[in-house]
């Protein structure tokens, strides 16, 4: 019931705020926890709407446009999923005039055994946890027969194209993880995302900020794989680049990043 990992590639696995823009909101932004269940359909459509239109989507879902509801729908199952997971904490960005509205959001797995991810883990009673289980387990049903036998598939995906990129996530991963014990135990963002007419404030830097508070606490690092325009933000607030994708598809540019706690420099 507590297992998790980033086996689960998706496109928002290349994190990033997409580029830098001016804002076209001033309203003050505040950060709070993510409330399970009802924020995750809101943070699916921030994610499928951010990352519509960038060359990575075309390559794994090059009929998004002719098929929009499918293309949402991964981003709202897969938010979903991750807040059933006592592994996971998800923060969101708000405006202060409408707390219960998401404008962003980020979303950590807690990684390896230590005590760092026992308390994370039960930080949710044994009820809790047992219940997130369940819920997940149905939830996991319920959308396969929605998607397979209502929906007919998700007719927005290339099936190659989206193998291809989970292996592509695999061989990072290999490289710059596995079989590497002071990077076991660590929090690894899965998506980092802010709505294009909010970018610009340092949203993502303070989602970032949540993170590396709990990091630093731990004494232990934050992982993420980083797109070509997120990886600016992320060098800003202390993160390094440990190599570029491994596969030739951003052109040199992002890649897997790290950030390691201060006590471990």
């Known amino acids: 019931m507590s297992t998790s990992s980033t ?10 705020p997409l580029k830098k823009t001016v804002p076209k909101y001033q309203e003050e932004l505040i950060v709070r926890e993510a409330r399970r269940l009802w924020d995750g359909p809101e943070i699916g459509r921030i994610a499928a709407t951010t990352y519509m239109h960038t060359r990575l989507s075309h390559f794994v879902a090059p009929k998004r ?16 999923k991750r807040l059933l997971d006592p592994r996971s904490l998800t ?3 708000c405006t202060k005039s409408n707390p219960d509205l998401p404008v962003g959001y980020a979303t950590f797995v807690r990684l390896g055994n230590d005590k760092g991810a026992r308390k994370q883990i039960e930080s949710h009673s044994r009820l809790e946890r047992i219940g997130m289980w369940i819920w997940s387990l149905l939830y996991g049903v319920v959308w396969f027969w ?4 209502l929906a007919g598939g998700d007719k927005s ?7 291809m990129f989970v292996e592509w996530g695999k061989a990072d991963r290999k490289i710059h993880w596995d079989g590497k ?8 963002a899965l998506s980092v995302v802010v709505r294009e007419e909010y970018q610009g404030r340092k949203g993502g830097k303070r989602l970032m900020t949540e993170i ?20 600016m933000m992320y060098r800003s607030v202390g993160f390094e680049l440990l190599g570029r994708f491994s596969s030739d598809f951003e052109r040199d540019q992002g890649g897997v990043m790290m950030y390691t706690p201060k006590a471990r420099r």
């Open 7 to 16: 086996d689960a590639i998706a496109v928002e696995a290349h994190t990033s």
């Open 65 to 80: 446009y002719q098929y929009p509801q499918d293309w949402e729908r991964g981003f709202v199952q897969r938010a979903q």
């Open 91 to 93: 923060f969101v960005l």
């Open 146 to 149: 929605i998607v397979n036998f």
């Open 157 to 163: 995906e290339d099936k190659k194209g989206a193998v």
């Open 181 to 188: 014990p002071e990077r076991e135990n660590r929090w690894h």
């Open 212 to 231: 590396i508070g709990k990091a630093e606490a731990e004494n232990v690092v934050v992982g993420l794989e980083s797109s070509p325009a997120g990886e």
